[in-house]
């Protein structure tokens, strides 16, 4: 019986470590693709790239609202620069 009740300790324990591992793994996933998307949004800024093949964020019908939000934050990227020319 001593033998049943360790692999069953042993089960009980790889079941739990491999639920913590997935865990982790779907962390680590999410950051990663969050990663990938700046890393492509960047090269696009920087190098002129298109913003093609960014999972949910390229090549869909989403992308225009996408852009447009992109377009909103360039937009208000401008604001310093114009109240930096201010009269004081």
């Known amino acids: 019986m001593s033998e049943g ?3 069953s300790k042993a089960l009980a324990d790889v079941r739990s470590r491999m639920g913590d591992l997935q865990t982790e793994y779907d962390r680590i996933s ?3 693709t969050k990663l990938k998307v ?5 090269a696009a800024i ?8 960014l999972g949910g964020l390229g090549g869909s019908k989403g992308d225009a609202g996408d852009g447009a939000a ?7 990227g401008t604001r310093p620069s114009t ?4 009269p004081s």
């Open 5 to 7: 009740d360790t692999l």
């Open 46 to 53: 920087v190098e002129g790239a298109p913003l093609e093949g």
């Open 83 to 86: 109240t930096g020319a201010r």
């Open 70 to 76: 992109r377009a909103g934050r360039g937009g208000r």
């Open 30 to 32: 999410a950051e990663l």
């Open 38 to 42: 700046a890393e492509r949004s960047l």
